[in-house]
C-alpha cells in the first residue's frame, strides 16, 4: 500500500514530528511505501512570508500543484494528514479528495475549535471559542501567534473552509485519546461512524538489563506556558534536595534558562532520541506538569517503555492512565483504517 504522509512541522519540535517520524519508519518497516509530503514553519522568516502564509489558508495554489504532481505520479491509497497549519491548509483536502484518495486525519491538538489549539490562554484553560461558528474571541485576544492580524486570517479561512465542508471530506479521524475523542464527537460534531480511538505506540525496546536509578525527576517536552514549565520549576526551585532535569525547546526558553543559577535544577536543548533514553532510564520519574488538556502525553509513553513511572504535577480533566501500545498492534489497527 502506498500512504501519502502529509505534515507541517512546527517551529519548536515536539510529540507530533516524533509521532510522524515513528510512523513513517513503522509503516515503511512494515512493507508500505510512504511518500512523505511536509512543509517548515521555520520557513516563516520575513513579513512578506507571513502575508503569503495567509492568503494561503484560504487556497494554496503551490500545494495544489504540488500535491496534484505527487498523487499523478505515485498513485498513493490512502493520505494520512497531520498538523495542516499553517503552510498547507485546507486546501489539502480539496486535492486528495479531487482525487479519490482516502483521507485519514490524526488529531494532535484542539485547532479545529481553537486558532491556538491548546485551549489556554493566560494560564488557564480558555474554551470561549468552543461551539462558535466564528472565531471572533480569538481575534480579540491574538490567540493565533500572538497576533491579531493572523488570528482574523486564521478564522477567516477557517469559517470559509468549513462553510464549504472541507472537514467533511476526511473520511476517519483518529484520536489517540478517549477524552479528545468525546470533546470532539461533542464540540466539533465528528460522527461516530468517523472517530476511531487509537493510542500512540511507541516503537523503544525496553532496557535488557535493569538500570541503576539516579534519583533525578526528569521534565521532557516544549517550553511553553501550557505545559507548565514555569510552574515545575519554581516547585524545584523551593526544594533544593531535589533534582529536576529538563531537556527541551519553545518560547519559554529565556525563562527557563534563568533556572540554570539553581544547583538542583539542570537545563538542557532538545537532543537525539537516543540520547533522551538515556535519561528516561536513570530518572526516578518523569514529571507530566501541563496545565490544559493534553490529547496525548508521548514522553509519558515513552518514559514507561524504559520502566521510569510518570508523576503528574497537576490533576486535567484529560488526564488518563497510559496504555502501552506496541508497534505490532498498532500497524494492525491502521491497516484496517486504512482499508480502502
Avoid at 54 to 77: H, M, S, T, Y
Avoid at 116 to 126: A, E, M, P, S, V
Avoid at 238 to 247: D, E, F
Avoid at 270 to 278: A, Q, T, Y
Wanted: aromatic share 14%; hydrophobic share 40%.
Amino acid at each position: 500500500m502506498k500512504v501519502l504522509l502529509i505534515h507541517n512541522y512546527y517551529q519548536y519540535r515536539g510529540g507530533e514530528e516524533t509521532y510522524v517520524t515513528s510512523l513513517q519508519r513503522l509503516l515503511t518497516k512494515n512493507g508500505h511505501t510512504v511518500i512523505l509530503y511536509s512543509k517548515d514553519s521555520k520557513h516563516i522568516k520575513t513579513v512578506w512570508d507571513k502575508i503569503k502564509v495567509g492568503f494561503g489558508l484560504f487556497w494554496n495554489p503551490k500545494v495544489a500543484k504540488e500535491l496534484d504532481e505527487i498523487i499523478q505520479k505515485e498513485r498513493p491509497n490512502v493520505a494520512h494528514f497531520n498538523n495542516i497549519y499553517p503552510l498547507i491548509g485546507a486546501t489539502a483536502y480539496y486535492i486528495c479528495k479531487k482525487n479519490n484518495i482516502k483521507i485519514v486525519q490524526t488529531i494532535h491538538n484542539y485547532r479545529f475549535m481553537c486558532p491556538k489549539g491548546i485551549l489556554f490562554r493566560n494560564g488557564k484553560i480558555c474554551e470561549l471559542c468552543i461551539n462558535k461558528r466564528f472565531f471572533l474571541p480569538a481575534i480579540l485576544f491574538r490567540c493565533y501567534h500572538r497576533s491579531r492580524f493572523a488570528s482574523l486570517f486564521y478564522t477567516l479561512a477557517f469559517f470559509f473552509h468549513k462553510f464549504l465542508g472541507a472537514f467533511l471530506k476526511v473520511n476517519i479521524f483518529i484520536f489517540p485519546s478517549l477524552f479528545t475523542q468525546q470533546y470532539y464527537e461533542k464540540h466539533f460534531r465528528v460522527p461516530q461512524t468517523k472517530s476511531v480511538y487509537l493510542p500512540h505506540f511507541v516503537d523503544l525496546k525496553a532496557p535488557k538489563n535493569k538500570v541503576k536509578k539516579e534519583g533525578y525527576y526528569l521534565y521532557v517536552g516544549r517550553l511553553s506556558e501550557e505545559k507548565g514549565i514555569i510552574q515545575l520549576l519554581e516547585l524545584f526551585k523551593k526544594n533544593p534536595s531535589n533534582i529536576l532535569k529538563v531537556i527541551g525547546s519553545g518560547p519559554l526558553q529565556k525563562k527557563v534558562n534563568i533556572y540554570r543559577k539553581y544547583q538542583n535544577i539542570h537545563i538542557y536543548k532538545s537532543m537525539d532520541r537516543i540520547k533522551i533514553l538515556k535519561y528516561y532510564r536513570k530518572a526516578k520519574a518523569l514529571i507530566n506538569s501541563s496545565l490544559t488538556y493534553e490529547v496525548f502525553h508521548l514522553t509519558a509513553l515513552e518514559a514507561i517503555s524504559q520502566n521510569t513511572q510518570v508523576l503528574s504535577l497537576f490533576k486535567s480533566a484529560s488526564n488518563q492512565k497510559t496504555i502501552l501500545i506496541t508497534s505490532n498492534d498498532y500497524i494492525q489497527k491502521l491497516r484496517t483504517i486504512y482499508h480502502v
